[in-house]
């Protein structure tokens, strides 16, 4: 079945500075890719996604790439702010084209 | 996106016993899943819900520890069954629409074994 790798499982960084997170995914017939953000005692929320015909994908200060021949998308977000620590959730629809495989997760801190 | 009520929020459980827990969607959805969350870890998927038919369970879950009902588009139920302190964790329902690609999370179950 589909596997996602996501790496770092902690990054710290500076109010302003940006950040990057990368995952992987195995299964070459996965065709959505969607982050999440789940703070803490909180449910996970969508905050961007991508699909498979896509290569890359921006809203405000968030962006995603996809390469489908290396089997990696990353998540891009500038001007890390306070309010941006959270835990983050790559995530790659499974073979049956219907659930979500979730990587391990990023912890994000940003101080100001 | 489509609008999750999961219930009970939280519960403390003697070990042994089960517990079942809600997801009311209020519109008709295609897909709905079942994910466990350990402390600090990742969502694992445990099953598909079916409507009218069994679950699909994941590698390492199975349906006597962890039944699950889907009678119509916009309700299903998880129990987990015999609990042990290694069932404590948090269990969420999420809904998806393969139209959309839209994928939505309840706010989770945090079940506390004792």
């Known amino acids: 079945g589909e596997n996602v790798e996501q790496h770092p499982s902690t990054l710290s960084v500076q109010e302003g500075d940006s950040a990057v997170i990368k995952c992987t995914y195995s299964d070459s017939a996965s065709n959505y890719f969607p982050w999440y953000k789940q703070e803490l005692g909180k449910r996970p929320q969508l905050i961007i996604d991508i699909r498979s015909n896509v290569g890359e994908k921006k809203d405000q200060r968030i962006a995603v790439t996809l390469n489908k021949t290396a089997k990696h998308f990353s998540l891009h977000i500038t001007e890390k702010q306070p309010e941006d620590s959270a835990v983050y959730f790559c995530?790659?629809?499974?073979?049956?084209?219907?659930?979500?495989?979730f990587g391990k997760g990023t912890t994000l801190s940003v101080s100001s | 996106s489509a609008v999750i009520s999961q219930k009970p929020s939280r519960d403390i459980c003697q070990r042994g016993t089960s517990l079942t827990i809600q997801c009311q969607v209020d519109s008709q959805v295609t897909m709905m899943f079942w994910y466990r969350q350990q402390p600090g870890q990742s969502l694992t998927l445990i099953a598909t819900a079916n409507q009218g038919s069994e679950a699909t369970y994941e590698s390492g879950f199975v349906i006597d520890k962890f039944p699950i009902s889907r009678p119509n588009l916009t309700f299903s139920t998880l129990t987990v069954s015999n609990m042990s302190p290694e069932d404590s964790s948090i269990y969420l329902c999420s809904v998806g629409d393969r139209a959309n690609y839209g994928y939505t999370f309840g706010s989770g179950t945090r079940l506390t074994v004792v």
């Open positions: 995530a790659a629809r499974n073979q049956a084209g219907t659930a979500l495989i």
